[in-house]
């Protein structure tokens, strides 16, 4: 909006300036919008209102440019004179409506519709068209018909008198042009002949009469039965030799091509084909061998001659010569081919049956007469396997009881069972020949294939039951063989692995436990008799089934296991005494410890309760006596100590390396046993460890060591070489690195490193007098030679100072 | 349908600028252009009609384009 095209605004102001002057000079009306735009225009809006600003003085004129609102527009004149100035004619202005007609290039007025065409006009016209077309036809067919002549018209143009008549003249003319016409003919084959046509064409017409009389004397090489009534064939001569003789054998043979592949076809296979072949069977057909000859073909050889392989050459061509026939002058005729219907009549005859039948008709029999029994004996004859003299004995039906019981079990389920009863280990035809009062073998058959038919019927489920009782009896015989040294299951003996294997450790030192227990019971003899009879007391009323070892198998150690199982059991009656022993050997000796107690080793370092014990482990009592500690001192304290297993001891069986073997060495052996009292909260919460909380140690302790609260200590980590050297961080981290990674550093620097290590030794070795190369000795033994206070370092003499390898 | 001697258009430019040219149908849109650079103060090939999207074309006339009397173009500036 601000810029102004320049060439307009000349143009513009121009304008305007001329307006002004014009409008000052003649006042005539504006036109009457201008009064109102002027009014209007001082209005401005704020857009418009620097355009209407920039020209101020124009505003106050007549203002021709009108704007209502925001809209400039110019009226009619104005437009009209810009116009003429921009260079385009003026405004069209009509007071009426202006005429389409003048403009004939205008769109609007050149359009025009076609009118759309009209169906009925259509139709009409179309009807009218065939109005007119048939009338047209009808027209033409009366005027036909009126020009043509009946037959009754003629006579109706002429005289009606004697219309017979004139038709026979009629007619004797037309006779009489006839018989011109011959005539005329008849000259014109006369003339034909003079110049010698008509012989040319008799000729040709009497040539073409080639009748069969012409043929007589060809011999035809085929049979005449192939050839057909109705067929053609084509037949053409056979080859002949140029020098043959034209005799009567070697006439002339007319053959066809095709009949004669197809019997050269037939001769090679006929020789060739074997009697079982496929091919043979394929096309030999029911009729065998015949189906493969040619009809006439017969061979009456006798058997192989001298040159055999040539008799079929010979053959054919004697069967071709033989089928060949003559050609006869006139007509031959093929021997009558058998119609169709005729070889099916043949056909059907041939495998016709006769109706005729058995002279006598007899009633048929539901059963067969002996007769017939005798055939159907006779078709089977079996050998016998066992002889027949082999006869059923009480002991064979042994085994049926239990095959029977087994038949029983499968009848339950729903098999069949056989009505001869299965004896094991024998066959059919034994079981058949067994099976008393047969008598009639015919019967014996139908049993043995009723047998095998059932068989094959059941043959899963008879294997089995059939085998069954034969392997039980087995497996009670063997059972009964070895059933010598284990107890029945009924004595209520219980085993168990731990048992057994504790029975087989026990094998071991069973003679020592033995002469230990002898001697034990020597020394029972001494003991106190009371307690004796207390602890057998108690120990008889927990004994309960005291007879159970049967085998005497059974160690005191299971015994004694044994008596505790029971104990548990039993209601007993609390000897104090008892009771207290019971409590204190509320842990269970181990087998070891208890074989220890019992061994010859600790028999002086034996208590005599011990002996006690041992002894009444002789009679069954294993359970220790408390000893008394205040007979003996601190031995008693250490024996007891070492009984109960808080100390390892060296004697005797010794523990294993991982402790002791066996279930003991897995058993703890500090048992510690914390009274819980789940319903008193200061007991649970009171004293709580730290490393009880959450489950015991490790597990949320907050609290470091109470001892060592105000522990700090003084951490040095030191990391040596593996000279011994003490390393700094840096160095130590490369050793660390070194072995983490499996290689060290490369050969220049370990050079280095190993440089910087001999610089340190000579640091540390040096004196405090001297340099660490040991410059101030070296220099006073090598002033000590040249004898002089001084080195020279350069110049003439330094040269020679210098050692005798080292040059300059 | 006669054809108008004279018509009136209306062009608006969106930013206050509202012109109302009188022209006869068979003025081409360059010479309407021309008419409305005069009235504006613009340069005529600076300007641009358009109707929506459809850009008028300068040397087609105004009845070709089927611009009949008080109909409303948009003007915009290249």
């Known amino acids: 909006q ?107 007025t050149n359009f025009l519709h076609a009118p759309a065409k009209s169906l009925t006009q259509a139709k009409h016209s179309a009807k009218v068209q065939e109005r007119t077309l048939i009338g047209r036809q009808k027209r033409e ?29 009629r007619s004797r003319n037309l006779e009489a042009e006839r018989r011109m016409a011959e005539q005329r003919a008849k000259e014109l084959a006369e003339l034909d002949a003079e110049f010698d046509v008509s012989r040319l064409v008799e000729a040709d017409v009497a040539s073409s009469a ?24 084509v037949l053409v001569l056979q080859d002949r030799g140029v020098l043959d003789s034209n005799d009567d054998d070697a006439a002339e043979t007319l053959i066809n091509v095709n009949m004669v592949d197809d ?36 061979l009456g050889g006798a058997g192989p001659s001298v040159l055999a392989k040539y008799d079929s050459v010979i053959a054919a061509d004697s069967a071709s010569r033989k089928r060949a026939f003559v050609l006869a002058g006139g007509e031959t005729e093929a021997p009558a081919a058998k119609s169709a219907a005729a070889l099916a009549r043949d056909a059907v005859a041939a495998a016709s049956v006769s109706l005729d039948g058995p002279s006598e008709l007899k009633l048929a029999a539901d059963y067969l007469s002996a007769a017939e029994v005798a055939e159907a004996a006779k078709f089977k004859r079996r050998k016998r396997k066992v002889p027949k003299s082999r006869m059923l004995k009480a002991d064979d039906l ?91 299951a009924s004595s209520g003996m219980v085993f168990d692995t731990t048992a057994e294997f504790c029975r087989s450790l026990g094998d071991a030192s069973k003679a020592a436990t033995a002469v230990a227990v002898a001697q034990a019971e020597a020394r029972a003899a001494v003991a106190d008799a009371a307690e004796a009879a207390s602890f057998e007391a108690s120990a008889a009323a927990a004994d309960v089934d005291a007879g159970d070892d049967e085998d005497g198998l059974e160690d005191d150690y299971s015994i004694y296991g044994r008596r505790k199982q029971q104990q548990v059991g039993t209601w ?10 019971q409590q204190q050997q509320q842990q269970q000796p181990s087998r070891e410890q208890y074989r220890r107690r019992t061994a010859a080793d600790d028999e002086d370092s034996m208590d005599v309760s011990d002996a006690e014990q041992a002894g009444g ?168 030679r040249q004898g002089t206070a001084y080195v020279c370092l350069s110049g003439r003499a330094a040269a020679a100072s210098l050692p005798s390898g080292v040059s300059k | 349908q006669p054809q108008p001697a004279m018509i009136e258009i209306t062009v608006n430019d969106r930013l206050g600028k509202k012109v109302r040219i009188k022209c006869n149908p068979s003025d081409t849109i360059g010479d309407l252009k021309k008419l409305i650079a005069a009235q504006t103060g613009t340069r005529w090939d600076k300007i641009v009609l358009k109707k929506w999207y459809t850009i008028f074309k300068d040397h087609i006339s105004l009845e070709d384009y089927e611009i009949h009397d008080g109909m409303n173009l948009e003007l915009y500036y290249q």
């Open chain 1, 2 to 108: 601000t810029a102004m095209g320049t060439g307009d605004t000349s143009s513009k102001k121009s304008e305007k300036r001329k307006r002004r002057r014009r409008s000052r000079s003649a006042s005539p009306a504006p036109p009457p919008p201008a009064p109102s735009s002027s009014s209007q225009a001082q209005a401005s809006s704020s857009s418009s209102s620097r355009r209407q600003q920039k020209q101020p003085q124009h505003q106050q004129d007549e203002e021709e440019q009108q704007s209502s609102g925001d809209v400039i527009s110019l009226s009619i004149e104005e437009t009209n004179k810009l116009r003429a100035k921009l260079g385009l004619k003026p405004l069209e202005v009509n007071s009426s409506a202006s005429d389409p007609k003048a403009k004939p290039g205008s769109s609007s």
């Open chain 1, 141 to 169: 067919m009366r005027e036909k018909l009126t020009r043509l002549r009946g037959l009754g018209d003629d006579s109706d143009e002429e005289d009606k008198d004697l219309p017979a008549a004139a038709w026979i003249e």
């Open chain 1, 210 to 233: 080639y009748s069969s009389n012409d043929l007589a004397g060809l011999r035809v090489a085929h049979s005449a039965k192939k050839f057909k009534e109705g067929q053609t064939t």
């Open chain 1, 263 to 298: 019997e050269r076809h037939a001769e090679n296979v006929r020789n060739r084909a074997q009697v079982g072949s496929a091919w043979h069977a394929a096309n030999a057909g029911l009729e065998g061998e015949a189906g493969l000859d040619d009809e006439d073909d017969e």
């Open chain 1, 398 to 488: 042994l085994p049926l009881v239990d095959d029977e019981e087994a038949s029983k079990g499968r009848q339950e389920e729903g098999e069949l069972v056989d009505e001869a009863p299965t004896m094991p280990g024998l066959t059919d035809a034994e079981i058949i020949e067994q099976t008393p009062s047969v008598a009639d073998e015919a019967l014996e058959d139908l049993q043995l294939l009723l047998e095998r038919a059932r068989r094959v019927q059941q043959q899963d489920g008879r294997r089995r039951p059939r085998q069954l009782p034969v392997v039980n009896r087995r497996d009670k015989q063997d059972q009964e063989e070895d059933s010598s040294g284990l107890p029945s």
């Open chain 1, 572 to 581: 007993m009656e609390v000897d104090p005494e008892s009771a207290m022993r």
């Open chain 1, 617 to 784: 482990g002789g009679a069954g009592g294993i359970l220790e006596e408390e000893p008394e500690l205040r007979k003996g001192g601190i031995g008693a304290a250490l024996e007891l100590a070492r009984r109960k297993g808080y100390l390892e001891s060296s004697g005797g069986r010794r523990d294993t390396a991982a402790g002791s073997s066996g279930v003991s060495g897995l058993r703890a052996k500090k048992v510690f046993q914390e009274d819980l009292r789940h319903d008193d909260i200061d007991a649970k919460f009171g004293r709580r460890d730290r490393l009880s909380f959450g489950g015991g140690g490790g597990g949320g302790g907050v609290q470091e060591f109470k001892e060592l609260r105000n522990y700090k200590p003084d951490v040095k980590l030191e990391y040596t070489d593996d000279d011994g050297r003490v390393l700094n961080q840096k160095d130590a981290f490369d050793y660390l690195s070194h072995r983490f990674h499996g290689k060290g550093s490369g050969k220049k620097k370990t050079e280095k490193r190993l440089k910087k290590i001999k610089e340190e030794e000579l640091l540390k070795s040096m004196g405090s007098s001297d340099t660490p190369l040991g410059t101030a000795e070296k220099l006073h033994a090598k002033l000590e």
